[in-house]
């Protein structure tokens, strides 16, 4: 029994972590889509920011692919998991 509930808090403490994880990707990208409004509010009129908002949007798409689409799990064994 002591085993079970051992188990069960490890993967209650992996969960947990992922949660975490997710929450914070999730206030990063919140964080960069204002900047992103503000840059292309700024910009607007010069044109001078495309690059950085296009760094910015490759950045974001980055992020949601790695966290949320699980792409990582294509490129990594059961073993490694």
Do not use: C, Q
Request: charged share 25%; glycine share 6%.
């Amino acid at each position: 029994m002591p085993d079970e509930k051992s188990e069960y808090d490890a993967m209650m403490a992996k969960k947990n972590e992922k949660y975490m994880i997710g929450v914070t990707v999730m206030i990063i990208l919140l964080v960069l889509t204002v900047g992103e409004f503000m840059l292309g509010e700024v910009g607007a009129n010069t044109g001078s920011w495309i690059m950085v908002l296009l760094l910015i949007a490759l950045l974001k798409a980055f992020m949601v692919a790695r966290e949320y689409m699980h792409i990582r799990r294509v490129f990594v064994s059961d073993e490694e998991e």
